[in-house]
Nanobody, 117 residues
Framework: QVQLVESGGGLVQAGGSLRLSCAAS????????MGWFRQAPGQGRDFVAA????????YYVDSVKGRFTISRNNAKNTVYLQMNRLASEDTAVYYC??????????WGQGTQVTVSS
């Protein structure tokens, strides 16, 4: 069982930056691939970024490439999402996800990001 707690969301002006954090419980953090998803009002939950267990490989949705950076610190059981040059279309609830090779899948409670234009 993994519990995920996101933090770092808030209100920011367009062009600004935020850094989201996701702290995981347990001693098996390094065995999970980690990801960030987001859900805008009235929309489904969409993939944003993911990082491999080692942190060597990352993936991004095209709309955030060059603006967002996902990273992880396995010693601190934490994954981060650095978001730069934020735009109004980035407004959403951001969710952290942990996924194992065995198919275990866990979600955090989400953190709100609001970008004002």
């Amino acid at each position: 069982q993994v519990q995920l707690v996101e933090s770092g969301g808030g209100l920011v002006q367009a062009g600004g930056s935020l850094r989201l954090s996701c702290a995981a419980s347990g001693r098996t953090f390094s065995t999970y691939a980690m990801g960030w998803f987001r859900q805008a009002p009235g929309q489904g939950r969409d993939f944003v970024a993911a990082i491999s267990r080692s942190g060597w490989t990352t993936y991004y949705v095209d709309s955030v490439k060059g603006r967002f950076t996902i990273s992880r610190n396995n010693a601190k059981n934490t994954v981060y999402l650095q978001m730069n040059r934020l735009a109004s279309e980035d407004t959403a609830v951001y969710y952290c996800n942990a996924n194992s090779d065995s198919g275990s899948d866990y979600w955090g409670q989400g953190t709100q990001v609001t970008v004002s234009s």
